[in-house]
């Protein structure tokens, strides 16, 4: 018999009020079940929204240090439980051990920043233009979030909206990705094992057209956070906009990597291999164009060719493993049909392309790592987010013309140069139109403490990690105290300017 997962509101783990379920498999062996989720309704975002109305104060009154100590904790139960969850999320969503145990590893350290920046959520203090007068601000609570999680990182991209939502005194309503409800439903027991009181953290599965859609249109519920794709982004910014509900957008991305002809070219290989091919290209962070100087144009080739066919690709959970599978089936085809459509774009397919079958891969949604070279700046495999091991080779003549190409998508998140030239690599920092630029890395990597998202098409204009996201779900409160005993006028009474 398959586990059986439920909701969790009001403290309480729960079915969906309608009873019906969906399955969870593993895209590795699809015949295993990993468990069996309520498939919930608007009904239980309701329920999930009033238990996190209901506590608000009681979390909210709580001191800043003690709530920060609670997610210390939390950090601290990953620590013990990190193989436990590492090989469930590796069933559940396929990448590789390694990774799943770095996505993981990505939750502890947010979950230690948070406990940092529990003694941390400083204001300003500012002299007032009048006398015997002072000001200062704090930041309240918005009251509830709305958080909607990604299916690629089951676990840090959680904890990266969880934590500082609950840091900064909100209550939460959890609608994590159907492809990994099972990830998302330890984090909430670790959450509740901690000590984080109950009916502040509520979880409700489901599919996003109906629980997404109730918990943007709930009004009750304030500001909303979401990693996901463009499309979903939009809908969700239209309603938060109509609504006018905060709402913070971690959208696509279309990295490049820029290869340049004094470049250290094995350690550039190795960067590209990584940058595409982890997670099986399924990161917003993924490496998709490799544009290349001319110079060193074919001989880099030869190199990834080569360099590629020993990747192994397998079950996440074997460590002989480098590249896991693809989610499910719709994202199979829908990659598969962007190596069709690269192919009457006129792009050569150099490398890979093909569904696996055959024994080992039989039961899971199997694909080559996939290289097109001679692709065409403007090509839909050059512009448009894949989310798959789909690499797209554009060659150039110039630094010049690699920084235009490597800008002229609609996305802007990750980027990444390889060059021993100094010049380059400070004018790449300048031009490169994206949210991070690594030099002499992949474009993949980014760490929990620094702000993360991108320019342009990728996001509405905030950031995760560090202390960016406390921004998102605080509200700042300006204090003025006059202790001066009189009526004092602002702009009037003191003319400094006379
Ligand atoms: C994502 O792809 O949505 O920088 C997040 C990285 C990871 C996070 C990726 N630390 O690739």
Redesign the pocket.
Known sequence: MPEKYQNFIDGKWVDSESRETFENRNPANWEEIVGVFPKSGKEDVEKATESAVAHRDEWANLPVPERGLILGKAGDIMVEKKEKIAKLMTREMGKILKETR??TQ?GIDTAYYAFGESRRLYGVTSPSELPNKTIYTIVKPIGTAGIIS?W??PM??PTWKIFPALLMGNTIVFKPATDTPATATKFVEILDEAGVPKGVVNLVHGPGSVVGEAILEHPDIGVISF?GSSAVGRRIAEVAGKNLKRVSL?LG?KNPQIVMPDANIELAVEGVLWGAF??TG?????TSRLILHKDIHDEFIDILIKKAKELKIGDGLLESSDVGPIINETQLKKILNYVEIGKQEGAKLAFGGNHLTGKEYDKGFFMEPTIFTGVEAGMRIEQEEIFGPVLSVIKVSSFEEAIEVANDVEYG??SSIYTANLQYAMAAIDKLEAG?TYINAP??????HMP?GGFKNTGNGHREGGKWPYEVFGEIKTVYIDYSGKLQKAQIDTDITK
């Not at 399924?282 to 993924?286: G, H, S, V, Y």
């Not at 474009?443 to 929990?448: Q, R, S, W």
């Open positions: 770095g996505d990505e990604p690629n990182f840090a991209i990693t971690e991305g982890g997670t399924q990161r917003c962070t993924a998140l990750s991070l474009t993949i990597g980014a760490e929990c993360f």
